[in-house]
């Protein structure tokens, strides 16, 4: 087993926050980029976690990233907020949406926030579970770069196109689920690659179009997107929600970008909040929620079952009470990045 070394929460944050400042990260991204990858070590998303904070410097140094960069608020219509990130880095960007976002959900029953000109390599349930803690209801969906071939080809064209979905809870941990469209987040087949660990069959192909299980040829061809076309529909409609509608890249603009091969997608996010308050034709969220619980009592009911978010918020109470174990060669490498 590779060598960890164990740190508090806290100190991941103010390693992250000292790396990307070394780098020239003004406060304001640092502590917000600080904040997601935090988060993701914390709740056991390691892919998204201090393992990220060298594709946010290799974006500022080869694709253009302003790590500077101050997003800016304005209204495309009464429910609908835009924030230009000013090719920053989407954890600032989503973080000045977030207020607006539940204020004009609130107002208005239902939201959406375009988040345009941002370099994006987080995951996003942060911020649907964010809205969650506001009662609301939520989605938000980002493109990356083409890694993924469309159902029956073998060619990259669709980004490995996340999607979550948050509901809130009175009590316990808000049902979150956040998922590529992808068979495997690209950060896994990263993970396996420096573990020196084949990946499972039907996550890719190589570049001859060919199955494969060794991640370095994974990486060279095409990753395949979940269960065959139904995956490969929601990556077409995340590209036309992130792309399209909100005046964005798709994935394979973002490839075209990319023209340093650092793997740090340049596109938008496009988030949805939903008031339950404004929604249920009884007109009581508490009870829209009560019967929500029914349903999850049902799913739980049922052996082998868990619910989504679940297993993140049990890994943050440990992180909290124990910390977190770091892979020693994930330290040394941003240390050497930021010169500590
Ligand atoms: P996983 O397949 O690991 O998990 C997807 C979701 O399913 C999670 O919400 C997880 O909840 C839930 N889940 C897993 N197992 C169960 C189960 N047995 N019962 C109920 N729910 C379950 O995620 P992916 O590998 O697809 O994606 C990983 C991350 O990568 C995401 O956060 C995504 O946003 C990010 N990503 C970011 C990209 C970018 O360019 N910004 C591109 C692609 C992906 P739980 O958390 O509780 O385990």
Not at 9 to 16: F, K, M, N, W
Not at 176 to 198: N, T
Not at 259 to 278: H, K, L, Q, S, Y
Request: aromatic share 6%; proline share 6%.
């Amino acid at each position: 087993m590779s060598e960890t070394v164990r740190m508090s929460v806290a100190e991941i944050h103010d390693l992250a926050v000292q790396a990307l400042q070394s780098r020239g990260c003004s406060t304001a991204q640092a502590q917000a980029i600080a904040d997601t990858v935090t988060a993701a070590e914390r709740d056991g998303a390691r892919s998204h976690g201090l393992f990220r904070i060298p594709f946010y410097v290799k974006a500022i140094d080869g694709a253009g990233a302003q790590p500077a960069a101050d997003p800016a608020l304005s209204d495309l219509a009464p429910g609908v907020v835009r924030v230009d990130g000013g090719m920053g880095f989407a954890p600032l960007a989503l973080q000045r949406g977030a207020e607006p976002l539940i204020e004009r959900a609130r107002s208005q029953g239902i939201a959406a926030l375009a988040v345009t000109d941002v370099f994006h390599i987080a995951a996003l349930w942060p911020e649907v579970e964010r809205m969650t803690e506001e009662g609301l209801v939520a989605f938000a969906f980002t493109g990356a770069i083409n890694y993924v071939a469309p159902a029956g080809g073998t060619q990259p064209l669709y980004g490995t196109n996340p999607m979550a979905f948050g509901w809130p809870r009175e009590d316990g941990a808000p049902i979150v689920f956040d998922q590529a469209s992808s068979a495997a987040a690209r950060g896994e087949i990263q993970l396996h690659k420096r573990a020196g660990k084949p990946i499972p069959e039907g996550w890719a192909v190589g570049p001859d179009g060919e199955p494969t299980t060794d991640p370095e040829t994974a990486l060279a061809g095409a990753q395949l997107p979940f269960g065959g076309h139904k995956g490969a529909a929601i990556a077409l409609m995340v590209e036309l929600l992130a792309g399209a509608l909100i005046g964005d890249l798709f994935s394979y603009e973002a490839g075209e970008h990319d023209t340093n091969g650092v793997g740090a997608p340049r596109g938008g996010e496009f988030m949805i909040a939903i008031d339950p308050a404004r929604c249920a034709a009884h007109g009581d969220a508490a009870r829209s929620l009560a019967r929500a619980e029914e349903l999850f009592a049902r799913v739980l009911g049922q052996e082998g079952t868990r619910l989504p978010g679940q297993r993140r918020h049990e890994i943050r109470a440990r992180s909290r009470d124990q910390g977190v174990e770091v892979a020693q060669a994930t330290v040394d490498e941003i240390r050497d990045l930021a010169g500590i």
